[in-house]
């Protein structure tokens, strides 16, 4: 059954049916067939299909179950069309006769365990994603397009690299798999913890998009970050106690927490420090002080995770903007720029430390990592460098300063707000 709607609401219930029921999709079609190209190919068609007849026929009252069948039907079809793959035919259709109601397939022989210990289907499948023998890179960065929904882009600013170098280190990862014969199974549960940093990796990277999306008309995704949220409650139910799924679930609620007053009632992006801190959600940020000091009590030292968590915590926790640590914050930093080379790591340390010690140490610093040259094409490293020329009092080297990331940003509210700034100091 089908709910009459326009163009328009048809349109709006297509993207956020890709937001929501992409990993679904795939995680169903990577079951029927253990193709990953095949499912992400079908996933796409049904997703193409329902952008033709959504508008003219209405939308389905379940949009999932809709795209689900719509995609498993042009797997089935693809597989019967090959004769070398009539073997899989048979299997597929025992696993449609053993389908529930809601279109997710039960159990492959033989893993009864391990599918026990991963409840989840799209956490169990970013666990097969993140197969060792893959590099970590890969194997992230193909969780997030294949079970995640992201695109290369997206994916490219998140490792902070081009679009096209990414699309090259996606296709190399299908590649080994292919050729080396990887199998995508369910993991032992005594396996599951070498496979940890790259599921973490993977549900900090969705977060991130959903909290601050790359691109479209809207700065949040509200329905990924929620997502991503779930699936660390998830994993943190699966192996109890680990310091850094704690962590990643603390910076996560505590940066949720804020959400609210990240966006104006028109849509424009509102930078921390003029946020109306009394449309917070308190009670989330209690939830995720509760959680991070569980975290500190479950480790020695603070993993990075947990850092960012604590960096978030001061933010989340300071009753004003002026009240905010930024001298702990920055020792923070610090700290976690041992742990890690990320440059965005680096980038966050130089706004700190400029908070802390003023605009001028923290442009030092920023051409002492070398962020421009560590992440080519991001419109971040030219607007904090824009930002600490206009609270320096440099309004014409602001100015450049935001032109040049303005010719880089992709996300609207954001293009929006750097033009508000370049206004400010014209």
């Known amino acids: 059954m089908t709910v009459p709607s326009g163009p328009s609401s048809a349109r709006e219930a297509l993207r956020a049916a890709f937001t929501d029921e992409w990993g679904r999709v795939v995680a169903a ?24 007849r959504w508008p003219r026929d209405g939308v389905p009252r ?11 039907n042009r797997a089935l079809d693809g597989i019967r069309r090959s004769t070398i793959e009539a073997r899989k035919l048979r299997e597929a259709a025992v696993l449609l006769e053993s389908e529930g109601p809601e279109g997710a397939a039960g159990g492959e022989p033989g893993e009864g365990d391990a599918e ?9 499948l970013i666990f097969t994603c993140c197969h060792p023998a893959l590099p970590m890179e890969a194997r992230v960065a193909l969780a ?13 600013r998140a490792f902070g690299t081009t679009e096209p170098a990414m699309a ?9 798999i292919s050729h080396a014969g990887i199998p995508y199974r369910v993991p032992s549960a005594e396996l599951l913890p070498e496979r ?29 970050s929620g997502e991503a949220i779930r699936l660390t409650r998830t994993l943190d139910r699966l192996l109890p106690g680990q310091p850094e799924v704690l962590g990643l679930l603390a910076l996560q609620l505590l940066h949720d927490a804020r959400r609210p007053g990240r966006v104006s009632a028109d849509g424009r992006l509102v930078p921390l420090e003029e946020q109306d801190r009394s449309t917070w959600d308190r009670a989330l940020i209690a939830e995720g002080a509760g959680v991070l000091a569980e975290a500190l009590r479950a480790g020695e030292s603070p993993g990075p995770y947990v850092l960012q968590a604590r960096i978030t915590a001061h933010h989340s926790t300071a009753p004003t903007a002026a009240a905010t640590d930024w001298p702990a914050i920055a020792a923070c930093y610090e700290r976690l720029a041992a742990l890690t080379d990320s440059p965005y790591v680096g980038l966050g340390r130089v706004v700190a430390v400029a908070m802390s010690a003023g ?5 030092a610093l920023l051409g002492d990592l070398r962020l421009p040259e560590r992440l080519p094409g991001n419109h971040y490293v030219p607007a904090t460098e824009a930002d600490l020329h ?22 609207e509210a954001e293009r929006d707000y750097l033009r508000d700034r370049l206004a400010y100091v014209e």
């Open 29 to 52: 079609l990577i079951r029927l067939t253990g193709d990953w190209a095949l499912a992400e190919d079908c996933a796409q068609d049904a997703f193409a299909a329902a952008a033709k």
């Open 62 to 72: 379940r949009p999932g179950a809709w795209l689900t069948t719509t995609a498993r």
């Open 116 to 124: 026990d210990a991963v409840p989840d289907d799209r956490l169990r």
């Open 144 to 156: 997030l397009r294949t079970l995640c929904g992201l695109t290369v882009a997206e994916i490219a």
């Open 168 to 176: 090259k280190r996606l296709v190399r990862a299908r590649g080994k």
């Open 196 to 224: 940890l940093d790259g599921v973490l990796a993977v549900l900090y990277l969705l977060f991130t998009e959903g909290y601050a999306a790359t691109s479209g008309p809207n700065l949040v995704r509200g329905s990924l």
């Open 359 to 363: 605009p001028d140490r923290g442009l």
């Open 390 to 411: 206009r609270r320096a009092g440099r309004h014409r080297e602001a100015a450049e300063a935001y032109r040049a990331a303005l010719a880089l940003v992709t996300n």
